[in-house]
């Protein structure tokens, strides 16, 4: 039996010789859920000139409210030569996402505006530079598969990594 179940059969059992409601034991169970690790909903990803995301893989667990990307630019070129961004979508919009990116062009740092795809997305960086991205957990699904991409034309295709929910 799990640590968690024995709690509750515990909780459970005190209710009982105490009289509690079933309310009561809801909440008393509630609160013996475990709280995420701090660092457990961060992750720092490095991207340089090469066209690799490090990590290439990055898993979100359930119990984190919100998770935060900070995308850091380590190369050793000039912004102009490899600007890199970074975009979560579904897996299966990724392709879509970076077509559209060509026509919405650099004023919008590569990015359709207002496009419902994009569940999450930074500005553009160069060389040197950090940015913060922050995702919803709640806007994600447990058995759906996500992409994050640069949609800077010419690398979207290859600078690609994936993203899943864990429990």
């Known amino acids: 039996m799990s640590a968690l179940k024995s709690r509750q059969f515990a909780l459970l059992a005190c209710a009982t010789v105490f009289g509690l409601s079933l309310g009561s034991i809801d909440a008393l169970a509630q609160a013996q859920q475990p709280e995420p690790k701090p660092d457990a909903c961060q992750v720092q990803v490095k991207v340089d000139d090469t066209v690799r ?5 990055i898993e979100v667990p359930t119990l984190c409210e919100q998770f ?6 380590v190369g ?5 030569a490899t600007p890199r961004n970074w975009v979560l979508t579904k897996a299966e919009d990724a392709n879509a996402v970076a077509r559209d990116a060509e026509l919405a062009g650099a004023v919008n740092n590569w990015i359709k505006p207002n496009d419902e795809r994009v569940l999450a ?3 553009v960086i160069g060389r040197g530079e950090t940015v913060r991205v922050d995702v919803a957990v709640r806007d994600l699904m447990p058995d ?7 949609t800077i034309p ?7 990594g994936t993203l899943t929910l864990v429990p």
């Open 53 to 57: 995301f490090n990590p290439e893989q």
């Open 68 to 73: 935060t990307v900070l995308l850091t630019h």
């Open 76 to 80: 050793r070129l000039p912004k102009v």
């Open 121 to 123: 997305a930074s500005s």
């Open 144 to 150: 759906l598969q996500y992409t994050y991409l640069s």
């Open 154 to 160: 010419g690398f979207s295709p290859v600078l690609r």
